[in-house]
């Protein structure tokens, strides 16, 4: 039995025996109905006459649905709240304080930062806005994404990771539209990434490594926080929010980092990028050195790399730019840097090459804080022989010894 074409669903108003209808039309490729839109925002859509084709009446909806069906039903949709501009649906989509998208995640305690955001809010206004121009949520196809995201790889230098970043910031907000029937179709569900050349990140040898050490640095902050990243493998924005108080003794009686927190340029203290805490053994003289650094703190904040107020600690810039000098001084120049992809995140990486195979691989995973459901219950104690093997391995394969 054909199914028809059109069908009525009415609510009940706070007026007795009062309907609101509305209109729903068959969607043969989905085999279902669509949502259901109010019989009187199609006619104010068509420009209808309501005193003749009253919506408030099953005969009055039904021809209203009839008209809205002849001229070419959700396409016709182009004033309705619920089909606004692309561009200006992703912009509000983006926009921290209004951003219904991230009130819900904030609700539901799931991450998302001011930082990413802000991001994505700025690849829509730079990169999609001037492709989209009188585009509205309704029109888009699988096709027409697909577009866009050739024409930015034809007609721009942008890698193959930015453009995918760009097209995540217009793919997600379509889907959350569909997720809640806003939009019939999901375009993006047969959307295809460009697929990554990802350059692996570089890393420098050990010699190279004992040759920084011994060159001379102008700023002790540098120091300490590449022989910091170096030792415990810690992100940059987790150097950067270390505190005293994030210092403790394990079970031996000896030093470790709780790795709870980061520094965002954006927002300021947040979590670390998994949203789970960790902890790192350090050694004596390490904590000393830091310690000791602390006190040079002319500001009497908590941040033991102290920045230009006690409210910010040494900035992402100079710490990264202030390394890249470093490595100049040993030969490394920046066409070099560049041809290795070598940068402040190399610590990290060196560290867990470093101590990859010296240690079981769940083991190296809790000492950096790689994202692993089946690790999220063993970050609640200290007592864990865990903390041994990492510090054990630390002693043996790490040195950070300056030699002179």
Known sequence: MARSSLSLWKRPTTVPRSFVYYVR????????????????????????????????????ARKIG???????????????????????????????????YVEGKIDREQRISKRWCKDSHNRIETHIKPLVTGIRLQEVTAKFLDRIQLKL???????????????NAVLTPIREAHRFGVIETDPTQNFRSLPLNTKKKGILTTKE??????SSWQNEQIRL?????????????EVLALAPNDFDIDYEGKPVIWVRKSWSITEGIKSTKTGNTRVVPISDELKNDLLKLHQKNPHDGSFIFWGANENTPFTHRMLGSGFCHQLEKIGIDEATRKARNISFHSLRHMFNSTLRGKIPDPTLRLATGHDD????DHYDHLTDERLSDIRNAQEKYISIKKVE
């Open 66 to 100: 009839e008209i809205w069906l002849l001229k070419g039903g959700l396409k016709t949709l182009k004033n309705n709240p619920d089909n606004p501009l692309l561009a200006d649906f992703c912009l509000d989509f983006w926009t921290w304080d209004k951003s219904e």
């Open 225 to 237: 926080a590449v022989l910091l990243a170096r030792y415990t493998g810690l992100r940059m924005g």
């Open 153 to 167: 790889k034809k007609t721009t230098k942008l890698s193959t990771k930015t453009i995918n970043s760009i097209m």
């Open 373 to 376: 459901p089946d690790m999220s």
């Open 209 to 214: 490594f004992c040759a920084l050490l011994a």
């Open 25 to 60: 039309i068959w969607l043969p490729s989905e085999k279902r109905y669509s949502t259901p839109k109010s019989a009187a925002v199609l006619a104010e859509n068509l420009g209808l006459d309501m005193s003749q084709l009253p919506p408030s009446t099953k005969t009055g």
